[in-house]
């Protein structure tokens, strides 16, 4: 089969079934998982299909931002290690800023009670997890609630993070990629991210290894932007090695 042929058939499958995976294709079609990675990358930039990691989906499908209880249930015991692994890189003591997200949330609730870090957050879960530390320094970052990430946005919220210098900014994305970099599918969202992102001297993106190649509609930043990327070790040896070209360090866990 030639390639166009087969990549027409990639296409009607990724259509078919919603996503598929690169090895499965590799048997299908009795090619090289490179070769298959090469159809993907070239229909993947005709617009046909959108590069995910291990794999495609159809394109515009990334465009759909999931709710909160979807996106925690998603890759959660990769999002338990990853928190764990974040928290034991904070600072004890400082300000940090930590954004909206199910994994950066996942962190907030490792925080121990007896915690004396400054926090401002633009998240309404993780405001309700830290309120009982007595310890704590927490500041709200107000604005209009988005319901879907229950968090705040726009004028008033980047009005609050103007002012903020932190000593860390724990950043979630829905995607990262060397070519797109860190993305999200609203702007409102995706402004208060690259904020707080300005706003941090160190920059910590915790992602599950499922959000590499992922693009969305707003960008925030790019992989320089970010000192350490904490994820689980889904992502390859390769992968993170192409990463960390791009600046980060990479902590897989």
Sequence with gaps: MHAPERQQEI????????????????????????????????????G??????????????LHLEPAIAERDSAAAHE?????????ALLPTEGTVLLDA????????????????????????????????????GLHLVGGRLRHRTQAAV???ALRDLADVHADVAVIATNGFSREVGLSTPDLAEAAVKR???????????????????????ARFGVLDDVDILVTDTG???????????HGPEVLRV
């Design 11 to 46: 296409l009607r499958l990724t259509q078919f079934h919603g996503r598929v995976d690169v090895p499965s294709l590799a048997e299908e079609f009795g090619v090289t998982q490179e070769t298959i990675r090469r159809d993907l990358s070239a229909l993947d930039r005709a």
């Design 48 to 61: 046909l299909v959108r590069r995910v990691h291990g794999g495609a989906l159809p394109a515009g499908a």
């Design 79 to 87: 999002k338990d290690r990853i928190a764990r692994a974040a928290l």
């Design 101 to 136: 997200g199910t994994t950066v949330s996942r962190l907030a609730a490792l925080l121990p009670l007896d915690s004396t870090l400054a926090i401002v957050t633009n998240a309404l879960p993780i405001a309700a997890r830290l309120a009982d530390h007595p310890g704590l």
């Design 154 to 156: 726009d004028a008033w």
């Design 195 to 217: 904020a707080m992102v300005a706003g941090a001297r160190r920059v910590m993106l915790v992602a599950d290894s499922s959000k590499y190649c992922a693009r969305h509609f």
């Design 235 to 245: 992502l390859t040896d390769r992968q993170a090695a192409e990463i960390e070209t």
